[in-house]
């Protein structure tokens, strides 16, 4: 099972016209998995990436093996999955 110290999901914007917020970001295990649940907050679909910090949030990598939409995303509630 993979452990981790931080998750942060980071919205790349595609336009500087108007801001993404997400919200509401919790994180749970299922059967060996990580689930992200959260709410973005967006006027246009916006892509997304997961990364993690296994050392107190000084350098953050890639989460790989992502389940879930994480381009062109419209605002609501989400969920990825990290395998």
Not at 1 to 8: G, H
Not at 26 to 49: F, M
Not at 52 to 66: E, H, L, Q, V
Request: positive net charge; contains cysteine.
């Amino acid at each position: 099972m993979k452990k981790t110290l931080f998750l942060s999901l980071f919205a790349l914007i595609a336009a500087i016209n108007f801001a993404q917020t997400i919200s509401d970001v919790r994180a749970e295990t299922q059967a060996g998995k990580i689930v992200v649940h959260y709410y973005l907050n967006t006027q246009k679909p916006t892509k997304l990436s997961l990364s993690y910090s296994d050392n107190g949030g000084r350098t953050f990598k890639p989460c790989r093996s992502i389940i879930g939409l994480m381009e062109k995303q419209g605002a609501g509630k989400h969920s990825v999955t990290w395998d």
